[in-house]
C-alpha cells in the first residue's frame, strides 16, 4: 500500500532562514511525488513535481526539493524564508500508471519576524 | 480563464437537507476528483471519475453520491446532511502521472 508521512505538522522559521518540510513515502512502484501549498481560505496549487529524471526538482518561488530514492524521502527546502511563504503544505505521492494520489496529513509553515 | 470552478463556494444549510456542488474544468483531462478536507486540513480522497467511469469510490457514506454528465463535469451530490458533513470539498482534476489542478474550494456548513 502506499502512504505519505509528512514529519510535524508545524514549522516555525524566522524570515531568512533555511525552510525544511520533510516527507517520506512508500510505494510499491516507481512514485510520482508533488508538493502542494495551500494558502487561507483557497485550493492547493502545485509547488513542484518529480515524475522521472533529474532527481533535484526546482519549483515556483524558490522552493526545491530532491528525489531520494535509497531514503524514501522527497524533502522540501527554500533556502531563505520569507513571510508569503506562511502556508500549509502537502506532499502527495501518485503511483505510477495509477490514477491515485495519496497526501500526506500537511504542515503548517509560520514565519516569523 | 479558472481552469478548475466550483460552485458555489459557501454553502450553508440545515441538517436533513440535501444539496449539491457542481464542479467544471476547462483543462482537457480525462480524471476528476472530489476531496474533503476537515477543520485539520486533511484532505481525505471521496471520488475519481475516468472520462464518465468511475474509478474510485472510497469509503463514504451512501448519502454522498458523484455524477459525471461528461469529463469536464463532475457533481457531488448529498442528501440528508449531517454535522459531521461540515468541512471544504474541493473539486481537482488530472491526467494520469501528472500534478492535479484544483478548484478554490466550497465550504460547506450544516446546521
Known amino acids: 500500500a502506499q502512504s505519505v508521512t509528512q514529519l510535524g505538522s508545524h514549522v516555525s522559521v524566522s524570515e531568512g532562514a533555511l525552510v525544511l518540510l520533510r516527507c517520506n513515502y512508500s510505494s510499491s512502484v516507481p512514485p510520482y511525488l508533488f508538493w502542494y501549498v495551500q494558502y487561507p481560505n483557497q485550493g492547493l496549487q502545485l509547488l513542484l513535481k518529480y515524475t522521472t529524471g533529474a532527481t533535484l526538482v526546482k519549483g515556483i518561488n524558490g522552493f526545491e526539493a530532491e528525489f531520494k530514492k535509497s531514503e524514501t524521502s522527497f524533502h522540501l527546502t527554500k533556502p531563505s524564508a520569507h513571510m508569503s511563504d506562511a502556508a500549509e503544505y502537502f506532499c502527495a505521492v501518485s503511483p505510477s500508471g495509477t490514477y491515485k494520489y495519496i497526501f500526506g496529513t500537511g504542515t503548517r509553515l509560520k514565519v516569523l519576524a | 480563464d479558472t481552469a478548475v470552478s466550483q460552485t458555489p463556494k459557501y454553502l450553508v444549510t440545515q441538517m436533513g437537507n440535501d444539496k449539491s456542488i457542481k464542479c467544471e474544468q476547462n483543462?482537457?483531462?480525462?480524471?476528476m476528483y472530489w476531496y474533503k478536507q476537515d477543520s485539520k486540513k486533511f484532505l481525505k480522497i471521496m471520488f475519481s471519475y475516468n472520462n464518465k467511469e468511475l474509478i474510485i469510490n472510497e469509503t463514504v457514506p451512501n448519502r454522498f453520491s458523484p455524477k459525471s454528465p461528461d469529463k469536464a463535469h463532475l457533481n457531488l451530490h448529498i442528501n440528508s446532511l449531517e454535522l459531521g458533513d461540515s468541512a471544504v470539498y474541493f473539486c481537482?482534476?488530472?491526467?494520469?502521472?501528472?500534478?492535479?489542478?484544483f478548484g478554490p474550494g466550497t465550504r460547506l456548513t450544516v446546521l
Open positions: 481537482a482534476s488530472s491526467q494520469m502521472g501528472n500534478e492535479q489542478f
Open positions: 483543462l482537457g483531462h480525462d480524471t
